[in-house]
């Protein structure tokens, strides 16, 4: 438990950086008035507060209970991931700066997790793999189909990688669950829509969901 709130006090630090002093400073689309979209700089109220903090401390009971070589990447995708998810399931859309720093961090995360890791390179290609095949997959989608948005196909590698440290049977878990919540988040968002959506819904929390499912799943099946 002192670990769980170690992590979620740093978490929740990381969250609020991002929703209260990089978030409301983004750039908005040129299109956004257009389509009705909802501004950055409105979005941090005490309700969509809460929940991202709820969200963040409820996460990071994963980075507590990973081993060491994971702990950086599931905070980072406990929290700064998670803002981004947040500013898609509120907007419909995947701002490009915050996506490349969320990127960024991640990557980072990833590279101070090698320092810990038995052997980096497994990680590393577990990593690379994992985010190739999610990146190849939803390329394909997005190119054959008007399922999802570009941002969804910049967005799938980060979480691909995230579960593809879990194996390979954790990344087609992951699929599997982001999939499943997928639709039910659809059917969902097509009754009640968020500001600025034309047509489709944010794919992203069902995308940040998977490797968060694929974790608990293994550890079910383990156990």
């Known amino acids: 438990m002192i670990t769980w709130l170690y992590w979620a006090v740093i978490g929740v630090g990381i969250s609020a950086v991002h929703a209260l002093i990089v ?6 689309p040129e299109d956004g008035e257009r ?9 941090a109220n005490p309700i969509t507060l809460a929940i991202l903090a709820v969200t963040t401390v409820g996460s990071q009971w994963v980075t507590a209970n990973s081993p060491n070589e994971l702990r950086p990447m599931w905070l980072i995708a406990g929290s700064a991931l998670l803002s981004l ?26 590279l101070i997790g090698t320092v810990w890791a038995a052997n980096p390179r497994i990680l590393l290609v577990r990593f690379a793999l994992g985010a190739l095949a999610s990146g190849v997959i939803f390329a394909l989608l997005w ?4 399922s999802f948005g570009f941002g969804d ?18 990344w087609y878990t992951a ?8 639709v039910f988040w659809g059917l969902l968002a097509s009754r009640h ?14 995308l940040w969901v998977g490797p968060y499912a694929a974790y608990l799943w293994q550890l079910l099946t383990v156990a």
Do not use: H
């Not at 978030?23 to 908005?28: A, G, K, V």
């Not at 196909?153 to 954790?170: D, K, T, Y």
């Not at 699929?175 to 997928?182: M, R």
């Open 23 to 28: 978030i409301p400073r983004l750039t908005e």
């Open 35 to 43: 389509l009705e979209k909802r501004p950055y700089n409105t979005l």
């Open 85 to 110: 998810i947040w500013v898609d399931a509120l907007t419909t859309w995947l701002p490009t700066i915050l996506l490349r720093l969320v990127t960024l961090e991640l990557l980072i995360a990833l």
């Open 143 to 146: 190119m054959i189909s008007n």
């Open 153 to 170: 196909v910049r967005l799938a590698p980060l979480l691909g990688g995230l579960a593809g440290v879990g194996g390979s049977s954790g």
């Open 175 to 182: 699929l599997l669950a982001s999939s499943l919540v997928g």
């Open 193 to 206: 829509p968020a500001p600025g959506t034309v047509n489709g819904f944010a794919y992203g929390p069902a």
